[in-house]
């Protein structure tokens, strides 16, 4: 079994025990954590390049918190998995080609967040470097018990691709699909500030039935050029989405579909052109404010559908 297969097939019971280190000869380090219990605390500081994490935590209040080096690393792999309730991770890295995936399974549990947004402020998800792939996931079967989860994040840097999904899933953190979750509670939040250029960011946010649950919110920022947005909130309960870009030449695509109100408030602050199309399919309210500066000849357009 290679090393994608080991981590890919890594569940949190696989070991009872806490840690288990081993290095693989040649130039990668693999590094498999593993806890089944409440309250448990990782906390892994790794500086260097070519290594691979895999981390799998079972049970209540668990936490994970993961520091990849403040100087310059690369070429890494961290995965991880959460399964059960109150858990958060919170890891920061500075590096490039660095592939990060976390799964949280459960309720009230938080990727990266903080309460506080702006300069200065000390992130609970920071990542610094280029061609960086991160997937977040958090799911939960237990319907309207689900309670709320937050992913919060900050990044910098040039040509990342950026997924989140709440109430949805991803077969690894390079797959291009989500998979809908059948019995999914709602209440999402997440905020997102991204500052670079060429980067891609998609994101889905769904609960499971209609009728039953509540709703989502979604913070995005993106500051730079030449930027992708995918941002999807569907099925029931009340939706809102605040986008802010501040970047040139942005194609953008926001979609919030079936019951409950829909709110979307998108500033354009960019002077070359940007693309957005929004679509609201709601059988109650639903309302949209757009602000644009364009000062290009050839114009901006703007696609605004409600249904």
Known sequence: MNIDEKLNNMKPKDTPLLVIGYIILGMFLLIPLTATATDNEVQL????????????????????????????????????HQDGDNNDIFFSTDG???????????RLNEIGWTNA?????????????????????????????CGKSD???????????VKYGQGVYMASSTDTAFLYDTDEGGNHTTTLDIHGDNNTLTGYQRNGSINAYSG???????????????????TDGAKTLNYTSNVDGTVGNIRQTHHGAHT?????????PTNITLLQNSTTAQSYSITQNCVTAGGCTISVTQD
């Open 264 to 272: 979307a408030t998108v500033v354009l602050n960019g002077t070359y």
């Open 151 to 161: 992913i919060g994040f900050h990044i910098k840097g040039d040509s990342n691709t």
């Open 96 to 106: 490039d080609n660095n592939e990060i995936s976390i799964l949280q399974t459960g």
């Open 117 to 145: 947004w702006g300069s200065g402020i000390n992130w609970g998800g920071d990542l610094d470097g280029d061609s960086n792939t991160l997937a977040f996931q958090q799911r939960c079967s237990r319907g309207a018990a």
């Open 216 to 234: 989502h919110t979604a913070t995005l920022y993106l500051y730079g050029d030449n930027q992708t947005l995918h941002a999807v909130q569907e």
């Open 45 to 80: 500081d790794q500086k260097g390049d070519n290594v691979i994490i895999g981390i799998g935590q079972e049970g209540l209040n668990n936490s994970v918190n993961v520091d990849l080096g403040l100087t310059q690393s690369d070429n890494n792999i961290l995965r991880a």
